[in-house]
């Protein structure tokens, strides 16, 4: 179903980089960035929406010690936003805007896993997802969907899209993050260690956790490259874990597929010089 109309005090968000996109005609399709400061992400007319509000109330309403410490690393879920259409009723996830209050955000889209096709996949679905950025996705067991490089030295901005994540291999995923880095830069060695800092506090929270399986996820990487051409003391550096349309539960498991992909990245970043 189209929807050629915007929620009031709405506009398409300007730095997503992957996902659902906006699209001539469809607008309910992609994601939106409200006037209050949130992002709006359309809820999906399946279970795969209906599992994504669940995760997010789940983690938000509960109390478990284990789940109070995700709150932390994935976005800060305020409810939902219903939108009357001439045509329909849709519903959008209220989050945080993991880049709010950056002038220069890069961003990087890092799908976590080698299996990114949830336990009811078809053959025919699992095949599709198996051959999907295939060139990282299996020596390494995570892919890039998409990045958006503030380029200090140039002074512009890179958008770069499936396509190019698609064409990565192990052998040169390692220059793309080197590029998502800004690696010319003084502050790099900074700016990778706090990167590292908060990707091995996601690694902690999954060598503990037992609540839930998670595939087809990404972890979002934001920074401010303003900080790195004033060459600031400050870095603001924010890491979250996003898309959450297939988690399934644990059953007291450990999630060995998400847990190999990120230990694998943080090891690649941590080579990087």
């Known amino acids: 179903m189209s929807v050629t109309e915007l929620p009031d005090q709405a506009v398409p968000l300007e730095h997503q980089i992957a996902g659902h996109r906006h699209e001539k005609g469809n607008l309910y399709s992609g994601m939106l960035k409200h006037i209050d400061g949130y992002v ?48 329909a ?113 996601v690694r902690m929270w999954f060598e503990e956790q037992r609540h839930f399986l998670f595939y087809a996820t990404s972890l979002l990487l934001v920074y401010d490259a303003d900080l790195l051409k004033e060459r600031s003391n400050v870095l603001n550096v924010r890491i979250r874990m996003i898309d959450f349309a297939h988690v399934y539960p644990a059953h007291n498991s450990r999630d060995s597929n998400y847990l190999e992909g990120l230990c694998k990245l943080i090891q690649i970043i941590s080579s990087i010089q």
């Open 40 to 87: 709006m992400k359309p809820v999906q007319n399946n279970q795969r929406g209906k599992t994504e509000i669940e995760f997010y109330e789940q983690v938000f309403q509960s109390s478990h010690p284990t789940l109070s410490k995700l709150k932390c690393l994935v976005p800060h879920f305020f409810g939902l936003h219903q939108f009357v259409s001439d045509t």
């Open 89 to 201: 009723v849709h519903y959008y996830i209220k989050m945080e805007d993991i880049a709010a209050g950056m002038l220069k955000p890069c961003i990087a889209d890092i799908k976590i896993g080698r299996q990114t096709w949830d336990p009811y996949s078809s053959p025919e679905k699992q095949f599709t997802e198996n051959m999907k950025y295939s060139g990282t996705k299996q020596p390494l067991a995570f892919c890039i969907p998409g990045m958006s490089i503030y380029d200090v030295a140039s002074d512009q901005v890179l958008k770069l899209d499936k396509h190019y994540g698609r064409s990565l291999n192990s052998d040169t995923v390692r220059d793309a993050l080197r590029l998502y880095f800004n690696s010319t830069q003084i502050v790099e060695k900074r700016l990778l260690a706090e990167i590292l800092r908060q990707l091995n506090t």
